[in-house]
């Protein structure tokens, strides 16, 4: 019988607050995006851990839009997000409890500014950003308190009124919490809970021109939602006095925070602003390119919501920052597309085969297995004629000793048809192979004993009559180097230029012409392939989404 698996460490403080009857033994957990980029691959660790530990614990979920800047926010991210997640979790049986928006509680968390100001814990303050950075101080050195921090607390509830009805400018005045200057955090430091920003909300529209920062507004939308476990990643963890902080001095519902390294992926970037710059230069052709590490870029690749979850899992949580191999993702969807890909014949780089015995005019149906790993998956018929499209690389004019594929005096079945032998083949005047001419045997059918004839190679083809030309496109890692962003100058400095190769001619079975989109296949001895979402009848389109090995690292082992 395997070993259990051990509880992760939140895990173990939800089954321990569980035990000591803690919010009534409630586990309720939320997924909180800012709506400003498309997920990626981190966002897919939070969501499978968040939605997953309401799941263990018959908890809930909330998806909650972190929308307190309307400057980066956008509509388009909303629709994006929900969709990445429906597709994500698709099959687990989670969905979220509610789709909610902190600007949702925008009316509440003023009223709770308010009563801030009243209590004398926060006041306006006209510094400029760059006067109370400077005014901050560093650690070990303590900050200098604002003139305007002793002002009366009637003047400061006039003052943050104005600010809401519009009467100043972007950047006139703010709202800080009066804590400590010498505080050793320096988030601690008088934070600021309000800046105003005349600009257009996706939600809210004019309403409002003044926005609470994240740590004045994330603690109190998790309050009113009443989230038992607040999940965020490592980089908050000084963020949490803040959260305690506001939620004591307002004597709301004790939401707590807990933190957990974020998942960053080696041969790749995972910050939204990095990725915001890809798309907008046009180093990638959108959010949605199977390149980005995004959501939807992996899904427009080809990779399933299974194999990410299974990468999710496999690499599990922890509290330190880590780089995780990307041949271990790759290896997850390598490992789920075996299981449920049809395996289909696609030529790539083309080389024209005739069998010279075999009847002109004649065309057959042959009977080809869809997939060796599922019982269940059935055959299809695949046509068959004298002239077929081989890879060149199957092919070589003078082959080694351990070259088992076609060559001068050489045998090799054709996958789920004949065994052939090269007679012969044709050059044009630059030396380039045009033409290979081979024999068949007509006993040597698929499925017909051949146990006289030591058959060492078999190789893919497509007829040439039938087959439909398609244009595939070759994804590789979008950088050259592991970690891009630690290293020197400009991180795209590393893009790889060879991240896409566009192969315009390359020839499918008839059958792939009524492939949908997204819809994955292995092409034989190749790769994994899915039809991109510009695939059209006239013009077909395939992404690669992993090669059938690891070209970049050592094999990945299960664990």
């Not at 003139?147 to 519009?166: D, K, T």
């Not at 200057?181 to 021109?209: E, Q, S, V």
């Not at 439909?468 to 630690?486: G, Q």
């Amino acid at each position: 019988m395997a070993e259990e698996k051990s509880l992760n460490f939140l895990e173990e403080i939800i089954e321990a607050d569980i035990a000591a009857g803690k919010n009534d033994g409630r586990v309720h957990t939320r997924f909180p995006p800012e709506p400003n980029g498309y997920l990626h691959i981190g966002h897919a660790t939070a969501i499978c851990l968040n939605f997953g530990l309401a799941r263990k614990y018959n908890g809930k979920c909330n998806l909650r839009f972190d929308d307190t800047n309307p400057v980066t926010e956008e509509t388009e991210y909303v629709d994006s997000i929900k969709n990445d997640i429906k597709w994500l979790l698709e099959g687990t049986g989670s969905v979220w409890a509610n789709e909610l928006y902190a600007s949702d509680y925008f009316e509440t968390i003023y009223g709770f500014a308010v009563e801030l100001i009243k209590k004398g814990l926060a006041y306006v303050d006209d510094l400029s950003a760059e006067e109370i950075a400077a005014t901050k101080g560093d650690i070990g050195k303590p900050g200098i308190e604002s003139p305007h921090r002793n002002r009366s607390i009637e003047e400061n509830l006039r003052l943050f009124a104005e600010m809401r009805e519009g009467k100043y400018k972007d950047g006139e005045k703010v709202l800080r919490a009066k804590i400590d200057m010498t505080h050793p955090n320096l988030l601690f430091r008088d934070p600021l809970m309000y800046r105003i920003k005349h600009a257009h909300h996706h939600r809210t529209g004019d309403k409002w021109c003044i926005y609470p920062m994240y740590d004045f507004a994330h603690g109190q939308s998790d309050s009113i939602e009443k989230i038992t476990h607040s999940i965020c990643t490592l980089e908050f963890i000084h963020h949490r006095p803040v959260y305690d902080w506001f939620i004591e001095k307002l004597g709301i519902f004790p939401s707590h925070q807990y933190e957990f390294a974020r998942r960053n992926l080696s041969y790749t970037v995972m910050s939204k602003r990095k990725l915001l710059q890809l798309v907008n230069e046009k180093h990638v052709a959108g959010w949605d390119d199977p390149r980005m590490p995004t959501v939807s870029g992996m899904r427009r690749r080809g990779y399933t919501a299974e194999a990410i979850r299974q990468f999710c899992d496999t690499v599990g949580i922890a509290k330190r920052e880590n780089l995780s191999d990307i041949s271990l993702l790759e290896f997850c969807v390598r490992e789920h597309l075996n299981k449920i890909t049809n395996r289909v014949m696609a030529v790539l780089d083309p080389l024209k085969l005739v069998i010279t015995n075999y009847p002109e005019g004649k065309e057959e149906m042959l009977e080809a297995e869809n997939n060796p790993e599922d019982p269940d998956g059935g055959t299809r018929q695949v046509p068959f004629s004298r002239e077929l499209w081989i890879e060149r690389e199957d092919f070589m004019e003078n082959p080694s000793k351990k070259f088992f594929r076609l060559g001068p005096g050489l045998i090799v079945r054709l996958k789920s048809a004949y065994v052939i032998k090269c007679e012969g083949f044709k050059k044009d005047e630059e030396g380039n192979i045009t033409e290979v001419h081979c024999s068949y045997m007509p006993e040597s059918k698929s499925g017909h004993d051949m146990t006289e004839i030591k058959v060492k190679g078999t190789i893919h083809w497509v007829s040439i009559p039938h087959a439909r030309t398609a244009e595939v496109r070759l994804y590789d890692r979008l950088f050259k180097v592991e970690d891009p962003s630690n290293e020197e100058g400009d991180f795209k400095d590393y893009i790889n230029p060879d991240s896409m190769q566009v192969l315009a001619n390359a020839y499918i079975e008839p059958a792939l012409a009524a492939a949908k989109p997204q819809e994955r296949f292995q092409f034989m001895r190749k790769g994994y392939f899915c039809t991109d979402t510009d695939s059209t009848e006239n013009k077909l389109i395939f992404n690669r989404t992993v090669t059938l090995k690891d070209a970049w690292a050592k094999e990945v082992k299960k664990a």
